[in-house]
């Protein structure tokens, strides 16, 4: 109400109530748009005063020591402003006229998702990775490319040490499993990539198994060796070598000539091999290139014996029973040897017991098994030999050595209580060999066509094949190196005789015509004329021939000796003072 000054009387009526209610200090609240956003992009933060207006707004951004103030905005803004950084946020209102403040509003983290999603990639990009191979794993950040970032990596949901773009490691099977990497900016902890998607790294042991081919020898052909890489995989060079024994019951290896720098194709042509060797191969792929382990050693057999090395089977034969005892000789130009064992049906190598045996050792047969056994010192192998063991039916009796040819051999079937007297069907090559029973097979003389797999059958019961080498004679036995020499000083001989022959033909024509001029004759033109006929008879004519004795020649070497009679060798005259030998 209201009182007049000049009159104290005088008064209005009371005011309608007005109702003054004061409030505790108002508190501020920071709320955000979407916090997922690309790189480069902003969040929007919002601040106010709830219920009330006239305010402006400050924004504060926490550091690592104190509250930085970010922004401030003016009355009638929202109360809105941009932020590029994640991080820990908080506002307050300010009353414009009064300067009155309210109270900071809570903490509010602001966790910003970038949308550029990582993407993880390897090196190298084969498809299959092999233990000891080098490899890298890079985390892309798509469109991030000019960001400062952090990387982080896990590995089957559980962290890793590293974080940098690139994970390097030597790859092993403890590196197998599931791969994810998400960024960080470094100048902000709190905004990030999302995790990539997983990227699997699935480490291979790498087999190298060599095969050679053929196995077994033959006489002037080529042994071609192939690398076959388990799993089957690509872009490897690959490395060939000769297996040389050594003192450990192992293989040294040695690069063929020609091969240290690696072939493109996985195979290999070995020429002029004549004995029993061994090969392995490597392989190796990268940059820097990374090299496998050796494969195991394959072998090439040579069943051919030579004076250096030598192995010998007693008894001679290829089938033997379980019950029967085997004595194997190593003999040569080393006084140290090892026998070894390759069972063909499992393709194991093993060493015999002893390690090294000076001469010959004993084997018990235990099992039914199919082996070949050779004998190796330094770089010398030994011949090898089929072994087959069986423990009951019957069983061929056929010769571990190739036979010469032209020699004779006798094919028996026994059985454990000893030889088989008749009623005994052979075969070769799986063909019945002359329909009818017998007690032996004999060959009276061996020849190349007799080579082949044999079997015998014997009331109902068959026994396993067996090869029977035949041993090729070389045609230069018969014509040896040596004579080669013999036969050229022949030659050369006729050759001198014919010049000679020629020259005083020619002198004794000269001689006669400058005699015709001269008209003169006394006792040495006489001489000369009778010398001219002795020399110039047997080339007389057009056709003249002039035979030469025999020519035997004697061998002797390794305690042998050979008569190689050569027939009469006979010179033709034909024309114009040609010669041919007949």
């Known amino acids: 109400m209201a009182t007049s000054r000049d009159d104290s009387y005088p008064s209005t009526t009371w005011s309608e109530a007005f109702t003054v209610s004061v409030l505790q200090k108002p508190r501020a609240t920071l709320t955000s748009g979407t916090t997922t956003i690309s790189v480069g992009g902003s969040v929007s933060l919002s601040c106010s005063v709830r219920d009330s207006d006239g305010w402006k707004y400050e924004f504060y951004r926490k550091s690592l020591t104190r509250w930085e103030k970010l922004a401030e905005t003016n009355v009638g803004d929202n109360g809105v402003i941009q932020v590029s950084k994640g991080g820990i946020y908080r506002c307050r209102g300010e009353r414009e006229t009064s300067g009155y403040l309210s109270d900071m509003s809570g903490e509010a983290t602001i966790l910003i998702t970038f949308t550029n999603k990582p993407v993880i990639t390897r090196q190298p990009s084969w498809s299959q990775i092999f233990q000891g191979e080098k490899i890298t794993l890079t985390c892309e950040v798509q469109g991030g490319e000019k960001t400062d970032w952090k990387y982080y990596w896990w590995r089957n949901s559980q962290s890793l040490p590293d974080n940098e773009k690139l994970l390097q490691f030597t790859a092993s099977e403890s590196f197998n499993g599931e791969y994810e990497c998400m960024a960080r900016r470094k100048v902000d902890f709190y905004s990030s990539t999302t995790w990539s ?10 087999k190298l198994v060599l095969s050679v081919s053929p196995s077994w020898l033959i006489p002037g052909a080529s042994v071609t060796l192939i690398c076959h890489t388990e799993p089957p995989s690509a872009g490897w060079s690959f490395y060939w070598f000769k297996a040389v024994p050594n003192s450990q019951d192992s293989y040294t290896y040695e690069p063929l000539p020609g091969t240290s720098s690696g072939t493109a194709n996985n195979s290999f042509t070995v020429h002029g091999q004549t004995h029993t060797a ?50 194997l000789t190593c003999e040569g130009s080393s006084s140290q040897w090892r026998l070894i064992r390759f069972l063909t049906d499992d393709s194991l190598l093993s060493f015999l017991p002893p390690a090294t045996i000076r001469r ?26 089929n072994i087959s063991t069986h423990s009951d039916g019957v069983i061929l009796v056929s010769p571990v050595y190739p036979v010469p040819v032209g020699e004779s051999v006798t094919l028996l079937c026994v ?44 009331n109902g019961r068959e026994s396993a094949q067996s090869w029977m080498a035949v041993q090729f004679v070389s045609r230069k036995k018969s014509f040896p190196l040596w004579s080669i020499g013999l036969i050229c000083g022949l030659l050369i001989s006729l050759l001198l005789l014919l010049w000679r022959s020629k020259r005083t033909k020619d002198s004794c024509f000269n001689r006669s ?46 305690g042998e000796s050979d008569n190689v009679t050569y027939s009469s060798t006979e010179l033709k005259k034909v024309k114009n003072g040609e010669y041919w030998m007949l």
């Open 197 to 206: 998607e997983a990227f699997t790294v699935s480490v291979l042991r790498l």
């Open 278 to 327: 061994g090969y392995a191969c490597s392989a190796g792929r990268g940059d820097p290139l990374i090299y496998t382990q050796h494969s195991r050693p394959t072998f090439v057999w040579s069943s051919g014996v030579h004076p250096s090395a030598s192995l010998t089977v007693n008894p001679d034969r290829v089938q033997h029973f379980t019950s029967e005892s085997l004595s």
């Open 360 to 385: 010959s050792t004993y084997i018990k047969n235990e099992a039914p098994r199919k082996a070949v056994y050779w004998c190796e010192s330094g770089t010398e192998f030994s011949n090898a030999v």
């Open 513 to 558: 015509q400058s005699s015709q001029q001269s008209q003169t004759t006394d006792h040495s033109s006489n001489q000369l004329e009778d010398q001219c006929n002795t020399y110039a008879s047997p080339f007389q004519g057009e056709s003249t021939n002039v035979t030469y004795s025999s020519v035997e020649l004697k061998n002797i070497k390794n």
């Open 415 to 458: 059985m454990k209580t000893g030889n088989i007297s008749s009623d005994v069907f052979f075969y070769k090559n799986n063909k019945l060999i002359e329909n009818e029973r017998r007690r032996e097979m004999k060959i009276s003389a061996v020849s190349e066509s007799d080579e082949g797999f044999y079997k015998c059958q014997y």
